[in-house]
């Protein structure tokens, strides 16, 4: 049959990398721009969450435009703009200024997750949604763990604003092959006829499970769903620490730690890159456990919670001095982190009913996961000022992991949207 289809699996993995690659070059740069334009802890988080700002308004518009127009076109979009804002970052001439391209980065980068919903119901097949989901998001990931090592280099040998526009050249480069490439697979030629025919009969898995593919329950319909809800607070609270990792992690080595920019950067690429390779173990194993029928009864949910769980290590933080042993308690909370919101985004394959609405399903998971991750730089900035410390900050970050595994467990246990009998009877609602 052949496995042509896993060149998507590469294409969405480098986009998710690039995506978080721009994120997470402000905080590595955090320092020389901080002292260029004498920008103090508080200042600093707000500038750390600008991007996330109109970043989670656009989410479920972003999840429509793709469910209407596709995701070769919205993605080539997004990644078109949140490149020029990068670029502009590199050429900002204060505070305000990088507020500015920040947010507007936030708006290109508000198409990626919402259209890797489509991506998922349109080529993968049910039994690899996990471990598509685990590559996917994996980029997220890994996207820090090479910009804790490379850009940390770059920042110090070209300085930061060099390094902002070599970030957006990258983006570009992406957006060519995407452009060239990506269709979908009944108009794709590089695919094989037996491999198109084998796509297009598994990606829904039993037709029974399936509404047809133009009906839409809307927004309204989704938010009436409680695992929708559930699973949009789960989102959450994984978010929350994975943005205070994101954004305050070179920053709690430098100044709490005493580490240069060269080592905090590279010590910071060992969580991330460490999370990488769990979450796409466990994503495998999540397909390998799992059959269709438990699948679509959310059973991903159980591993969701015992990952999340193991996330909450981090409440030992504190109690830590060993540098090297935090960096050991970090890496097993990005890595519970990473993998439980890969199977989230699985399990909102899993549970839908309604394949019209993949796009704003995915976004309405994406913004309750960053309207907690909008906070977390704010709120982590407060409390490091008013304390002097990381410490409460990671207790924080504990709590929450800790109630979103009680969260995914008990509430996440029905399907999204009605089955394919009740959908004829439905009325078009968005």
Known sequence: MGHRRYWIFV???LLATINYVDRIVLSVSSTPIAQEFGIDKVQLGYLFSSFLWLYVVC????GMIVDKLGTRTVNAAGIGLWSIATALTG???????LIGTRVLMGVGESTTYPASGRVIREWIPLKERALFAAIFNGGAYFGPAIGGLVLAWLVSAVGWRTTFLICAAIGFVWLLAWM???RKPEEVSWLTDEERAFILRERNGSAKNTAPDGHSIGLRGLLSSSSMLGLMVTQGCAVYTQYFFLTWLPNYLQTERGMSLLKSGALMSLPFLGAVVLTVLLG??????LTEES???GGRRRLGALLLLMGSVILLTPLVENVYLILVLITLALGGVASAVALNIAMIGDLLRTPADSGRATGLLILGGNIFGIL????TGYVVQSTGSFNMAFVVAGALLAFGALTVFLVVRTPIGPSESDATLSVRTA
């Not at 977390?376 to 709120?379: E, N």
């Open 295 to 297: 699948a679509r009864a």
């Open 11 to 13: 294409f969405m993995f």
């Open 59 to 62: 989410l479920v518009p972003m």
């Open 91 to 97: 050429l900002a001439t204060g505070f305000g200024m």
């Open 376 to 379: 977390a730089p704010i709120v």
């Open 284 to 289: 495998k194993l999540s397909d390998s456990l």
């Open 180 to 182: 060239i490439w990506f």
